[in-house]
């Protein structure tokens, strides 16, 4: 079960090298020089997640030049949720073309240290001047409207990262989460 969330200006907490769905491996040491890094708790079975994968797409096509770092974690339990296993999370990433890392939490520690709770789960972490490392300046939902991108009026996660690359803490630094749950053991 997730420890407390993790609260505004938060360091980004440290994690080991966790495999990815492209078969290279990933750990928070691996996301310094990173303009921004956003962190979300993902998997492949929760709806939630499958209407903002295309959005997560964009969100790294267009932000990823500008040095910004989009990294998906699955750290459900697969006894249970059995599509959410490792190789179907390689399936799921070369059929979608992911451009962002997707990561696999296997103990669920990592997903215990941000206190995360649901899927998608947005965690916007902003570099710290004049210190090494970075700090959460967000944390939330992607947008106002998981059912339709065209519908959507507020762009939480973007207005975040614009604001995170100009310095500046952003003007909604939290909103509540929508999705599955986590999947525990």
Not at 61 to 77: D, Q, T, Y
Not at 135 to 156: F, I, P, S, T
Not at 159 to 168: C, Q, Y
Request: charged share 20%; with cysteine.
């Amino acid at each position: 079960m997730a420890s407390a969330v993790l609260s505004i200006g938060s360091p980004l907490p440290s994690f080991p090298a966790l495999p990815a769905a492209d078969g290279t491996t990933c750990s928070s040491a691996d996301l310094a020089g990173s303009t921004a890094v956003v962190i979300v708790f993902s998997c492949n079975h929760c709806p939630y997640v499958q209407a903002y994968e295309e959005r997560m797409i964009a969100f790294q096509s267009a932000f990823g030049p500008k040095g910004v770092r989009l990294v998906a974690i699955n750290a459900n339990e697969t006894t249970n949720y059995p599509e959410d296993n490792f190789a179907e999370m390689v399936r799921r990433a070369k059929k979608r073309a992911f451009n962002f890392t997707y990561l696999r939490d296997e103990d669920q520690s990592v997903a215990d240290a941000f206190g995360a709770t649901h899927t998608p789960e947005f965690f916007v972490f902003a570099p710290v001047r004049g210190e090494s490392g970075f700090r959460l300046v967000y944390h939330g939902r992607m947008d106002d409207n998981h059912q339709n991108a065209a519908a959507v009026r507020e762009h939480y996660l973007q207005d975040a990262v614009h604001a995170a690359l100009a310095g500046i803490p952003p003007a909604v630094p939290e909103t509540h989460s929508i999705g599955c749950t986590i999947k525990w053991r």
